[in-house]
């Protein structure tokens, strides 16, 4: 049973650092993966989209990266901002399921 | 251009009353799914349509829940005689195509009493 990891649960850090949060999955026979952030009270905004075949998706501030073999990915913001405050997602596709297995989240703030 | 939208945005209701959340997926997306975000639970897929085919039911967590896509469009969740745990937001997302990127709507709140 695939089972989704994001560590750390919550992180805050001042405003124009680098920063990495962390997504780790237990079946490696994955079709996607997909970073969502979520505002409070709000519904899941779609960041990135990484195709198993792929090493990396780049979106402005934001790169992602994935290690199929390894069964990790990471999101990384480069010169965080106040705005980027909010609770990140990510989320497999299985190959035999199209249902989104998610992870619990990282809580992010980030002080201006 | 417009993106998903849910209606109502929150709802209270009584237990034992049922209730209708709606969906309206992006024009054009085959793919609908209904996932569920409980307070301090991650989020739990329960059904799929995908254009004309028979959806996949089953993540619904029991037989008060069911759902319905009209037109290959509008979808419209159906919960009965609601219990306090069905207490939650309730997300709708529409893709192109099954595998493809998820788009999700604002999502209801839905709170039993």
């Given amino acids: 049973k695939q089972e989704v990891t ?6 805050s ?23 969502f952030r979520q505002d409070p009270g709000k519904g899941l905004t779609s960041l990135l989209l990484i195709q198993s075949s792929q090493r990396e998706q780049t979106s402005g501030r934001l790169n992602a990266s994935l290690d199929k073999s390894s069964g990790r990915s990471t999101l990384y913001i480069a010169a965080s901002q106040p705005g980027d405050s909010a609770t990140y997602l ?23 | 251009g417009a993106g998903v939208s849910q209606s109502p945005s ?4 009584e ?3 049922d209730v209708e959340l709606r969906c309206d997926p992006i024009s054009g997306h085959t793919a609908l799914y209904w996932y569920r975000q409980s307070l301090g639970q991650g989020l739990e897929f329960l059904i799929y349509f995908q254009g004309n085919s028979a959806p996949d039911k089953s993540g619904l967590p029991s ?9 290959g469009s509008v979808s419209t969740l159906t919960i009965q005689r609601t219990q306090q745990e069905d207490s939650a937001v309730y997300l709708c997302a529409s893709s192109l195509g099954t595998y493809d990127e998820q788009y999700f709507g604002p999502g209801t709140r839905l709170t039993v009493t």
């Fill in chain 1, 6 to 11: 994001q560590i750390p649960a919550a992180l």
């Fill in chain 1, 13 to 35: 850090v001042p405003e124009g650092e680098n920063l990495v949060l962390n997504c780790s999955f237990t079946d490696s026979a994955i079709y996607n993966l997909q970073w």
């Fill in chain 1, 90 to 112: 990510c989320a497999v596709d299985m190959d035999s399921n199209y249902q989104l297995i998610w992870g619990a989240g990282t809580k992010l703030i980030i002080k201006p």
């Fill in chain 2, 10 to 13: 929150n709802k209270v209701t």
């Fill in chain 2, 15 to 17: 237990k034992g009353k």
């Fill in chain 2, 63 to 71: 037989d008060r829940f069911s759902a319905e896509r009209t037109g």
